[in-house]
């Protein structure tokens, strides 16, 4: 019997066989005409079911979207950004930097000429992008095509509650984007995807401060690369120099904004002011009251047990997860971190069946695409998703009948407002607003004497923007507005069943 020699090498490729085994498994068979209808079809309803459920949830009351309407505006108007702040009374000409400029330039664009329907238009779009970039992430990873739609499809359900008309949604385009590239580099050795990334940085950094959210994870990427050449952790493929350019180059990128480098000073004071996590609802810790959300714990603890069971130090898949347990778990608003990695881990952990190992053309997933699109477009015919629908969940959710009985009697500010209203009224009534959803801009002493007051504790007739206020627009059932009627300093003008106007008696 001969003995076969085992050299070094070949132990370290055995070891590592694992992380490169989609590559080295046998090609995806093509598949035939039947077969690529059929997956055609399947992966058309994967690419329209999420925006479908965007369209027929209709949301386009989003308390935050109008603040962004103005600034669009304002921009336009103007030919700049501005540089302080315009639409406060109490802060007025206070340093305010629009980070999110170019989303708030193409969200105006889009409603001054579609109205209702571009606010719509924009987030179901954008709903379609993200479930066609994390297709294409999980593809890469597995062969499987059952599990490719069932990964994909479970990912996007746990975003559901987050598609809505916010620069945010580009913040989970980008990151699955990114995602994809780094993935695939790492498995492949290719380098030529990396080129992408300074392109995709520099329009994130215009779009959504969370860019640094995606600079982290190519950090983590690059400690991985070079950890891998000092034998900590399975191998990756990707070459620690290139990604280091890469690295750099997105660095460089970020900076190619109206702010320079200053953009990090920006994201450095979000960063260090916690004081609203607790106050405000997108920022509060999930709460585990929808199918969605324990949807989304399923995944992270199946793709942590994924990672346990590999029995491998996978230095870049244990950082995302960590990563994504932290921002996810911390804030709702950021559950889309445990989705994406979580769905990403899984595809490059679980066996595929090789049966399901077949390849689709290029042409079926583009025809996917028009398809989906199409049935998107229906969809808002259907779901009688049209101006007068929409203007109705408007008045149905915002102060838009105060706000015309405001207009028509001419009644002057100062203006005192809940937080959450902020921003609609800065859009529609045109005046200089109390507070508004600019938290981090307001700061926490501020926003927490705004919530005091409106909850009618113990000081609150002493809250200096209510007693120089000439005039008050409130929810009809906080405690503040209930005070109010019967306060001698202020007058009942009007209310409704959603809000109430005061004015100042003289």
């Not at 580009?170 to 984007?177: N, P």
């Not at 001419?410 to 508004?436: C, Q």
């Not at 627009?473 to 209310?495: A, N, W």
């Amino acid at each position: 019997m001969v003995t076969p020699i085992v050299t070094p090498e070949a132990t370290q490729e055995a070891i590592d066989a694992p992380l490169a085994a989609p590559e080295q498994s046998a090609p995806r068979k093509p598949t035939s005409r039947a077969d690529t209808i059929a997956q055609t079809i399947v992966i058309a309803m994967l690419f329209a079911t999420p925006a479908l459920m965007c369209v027929h949830g209709g949301v386009v009351a989003d308390p935050d979207v109008w603040w962004h309407l103005r600034t669009g505006q304002w921009i336009v108007q103007h030919h700049t950004l501005p540089r302080v702040d315009i639409f406060s009374a109490a802060y007025a000409g206070k340093p305010w930097a629009p980070y999110s400029w170019l989303f708030e330039l193409l969200i105006y664009g889009l409603f001054q000429k579609l109205g209702l329907i571009g606010i719509l238009g924009f987030s179901a779009a954008l709903v379609v992008a993200i479930t066609v970039a994390v297709r294409h992430l999980v593809n890469r990873l597995q062969s499987d095509f059952s599990l490719v739609i069932l990964l994909t499809f479970a990912s996007c359900y746990c975003l559901r509650h987050l598609y809505t008309p916010r620069p945010w949604l580009f913040t989970i385009l980008f990151f699955v984007l990114e995602l994809d590239i780094l993935m695939h580099a790492r498995k492949t050795g290719q380098i030529r995807e990396l080129a992408w990334l300074p392109i995709i940085f520099a329009l994130w950094s215009n779009l959504h401060i969370q860019f640094i959210d995606g600079l982290l994870v190519m950090a983590l990427a690059l400690a991985e690369a070079i950890g891998s050449h000092w034998a900590i952790g399975v191998r990756t493929k990707l070459c620690a120099p290139w990604l280091a350019a890469a690295f750099a180059g997105s660095v460089l990128a970020t900076m190619v904004n109206p702010f320079g480098w200053h953009i990090y000073r920006v994201a450095w004071d979000l960063a260090t002011q916690p004081g609203v996590i607790n106050r405000i609802n997108e920022l509060k810790a999930i709460g585990f009251r929808d199918f969605s959300e324990f949807l989304l714990l399923f995944l992270a603890l199946a793709a942590a047990a994924a990672l346990g069971w590999d029995r491998r130090f996978r230095v870049f898949e244990i950082g995302l997860l960590i990563f994504a347990a932290y921002v996810s778990f911390r804030s709702e608003r950021d559950l889309w971190a445990m989705a994406i990695i979580a769905a990403a881990i899984l595809a490059s952990s679980i066996p595929g069946r090789e049966a399901s190992a077949l390849r689709l053309p290029w042409y079926a997933t583009t025809g996917a695409v028009v398809a989906a699109s199409l049935a998107v477009l229906v969809g808002f015919h259907v779901m009688y998703a049209n101006k007068s629908v929409l203007e109705t969940e408007i008045a149905d959710n915002l102060p838009q009948r105060a706000v015309d009985e405001v207009k028509a009697k001419g009644y002057p500010g100062p203006l005192f407002n809940t937080f959450d209203w902020g921003g609609y009224l800065i859009w529609a009534l045109r005046m200089p607003v109390s507070i508004d959803g600019r938290a981090a801009f307001y700061g926490d002493d501020a926003f927490d004497r705004s919530m005091a007051t409106w909850n009618a504790q113990r000081d609150w007739a002493s809250d200096p923007q209510l007693k120089s206020a000439s005039l008050v627009i409130g929810p009809i059932g906080d405690s503040l507005t209930q005070v109010l009627r019967t306060d001698p300093h202020f007058k009942l003008v009007y209310e409704d069943k959603l809000a109430a106007v005061f004015i100042a008696r003289k």
